[in-house]
Structures are given as C-alpha cells and as structure tokens.
C-alpha cells in the first residue's frame, strides 16, 4: 500500500525556519518525481515546490523561490522541504504527492507563522 | 504563468442531478489537466487524468471531457457522497496551476 506521511510542522515565528518531512513507502520512491502542494486554511490548492526522481532538477514557485528547498533522500524514501524566512502568507496545509501522476497524497501538515 | 478559470464557484445541486463543472486554460495546456476532489479535512483526491482518464476507483458516473481550451467535469446521477469542492490542475507547463475550486452542496 502507498503511503506519504508527513511530518514536521507547527507554529514558528516569522523570519524562522522549518523543515517539513514526508516518508514514502510502498512504492519505488526513486523513480518518482515528487511534489509539495499547499493550502492555506479556507482557500483552494496551491503547487509550491516539485523535484525530480533523481533530484537532480528542481522548480518553485515565485513567492518561495529563495526561501524554499525541495530535497530528497532516495535512500531513505524520504521527501524535504526546507522553508527559511517564513512569513504570514506561508500559513498553510502542505501536502506531499507523486509529481508526475498526483494519485497519492499525505494527510498534510499544518504550519502556522505567527508571532 | 497559466490561468485556470473554474466555474461556478457553487454547485447547488439535488441528489440524483447531473452537473458539470469547468475550467477554461489561458494558453494552450493539451491534455495536461487533471481534476480533483477534496473533502472536509481530507487530501485531494484524484478523480480524472489527462483531461478524459478516469483515476483507479472512481465511479463511473465521473467523466471529462474536453472543447478547445474548456474542460469539464461531469458526475451523473449526483450522490451524497459527492458532496465536496473540485478542482482542477493543468500541468502542462511551470507552474502547475490550480483552479479556484467549484463547491458542490446539496440544494
């Protein structure tokens, strides 16, 4: 069974880091490009970050461009996204899915930038 | 970047109604749009690929389809458990781009 589960949210001040987590399993987390969606609470969908199988490419959106890293542990069928100088905006549900298909997504994680 | 206009933004619709549901590209996407389904406190859940591609365990009642650059999404004979707001994404090029979603509720 496939299944994304991520991990590493919260509450953190503005201008603060966070880094988000999502283990992969069931599947051959290396031949997959995966992707981090997010949705900020009441409002629709919003792509944020996508990495290549291998990692070797990596696209962002223009408001976390920057800020942001998509990184990848294929070893340990692991997902990252490092997100430093955090603001308001950022507050969101962000969801972990396959790139190239979207048939798979985590339960989400909450992250709130507040002071 | 790419636009997706998706309408209506509300649904109301009756159990056992047909509806259909819209998102017009601002350029050229193909067939790279896929339609989504979320629940209250859910994941997004993927209900159609390549604009006319039904996913694995969706119902039947659930099709796309496509005109020039409007696609659609239409369910048949609404039930309950459809109840939900829909969105689509077109993937065509960076970045991915959704639609504003289209809240589907009982009338």
């Known amino acids: 069974e496939v299944q994304l589960v991520e991990s590493g949210g919260g509450l953190v001040q503005p201008g603060r880091s966070m880094k988000l987590s999502c283990a992969a399993s069931g599947f051959t987390f290396s031949n997959y490009g995966m992707a981090w969606v997010r949705q900020a609470p009441t409002k629709g969908l919003e792509w944020v970050a996508t990495i290549s199988y291998d990692g070797s490419s990596t696209y962002y959106r223009d408001s976390v461009k920057g800020r942001f890293t998509i990184s990848r542990d294929n070893a340990k069928s692991t997902l990252y996204l490092q997100m430093n100088s955090l603001r308001s905006e950022d507050t969101a549900t962000y969801y972990c899915t396959r790139a190239g298909s979207s048939d798979y997504w985590g339960q989400g994680v909450m992250v709130t930038v507040s002071s | 970047d790419i636009q997706m206009t998706q309408s209506p933004s509300s649904l109301p619709a009756s159990l056992g109604d047909r509806v259909t549901i819209t998102c017009r590209a601002s350029?050229?996407?193909?067939?790279?749009l896929r339609w989504f389904q979320q629940k209250p406190g859910k994941s997004p859940r993927l209900m159609i690929y390549?604009?006319?591609n039904l996913a694995a365990g969706v119902p039947s009642r659930f099709s796309g389809s496509r005109s020039g650059s409007d696609y659609s999404l239409t369910i048949n004979s609404l039930e309950s458990e459809d109840m939900a707001i829909y969105y689509c994404?077109?993937?065509?090029?960076?970045?991915?781009?959704f639609g504003s979603g289209t809240k589907l509720e009982i009338k």
């Open positions: 390549g604009a006319t």
């Open positions: 994404l077109q993937h065509n090029e960076y970045p991915p781009t």
């Open positions: 350029q050229d996407i193909g067939n790279y």
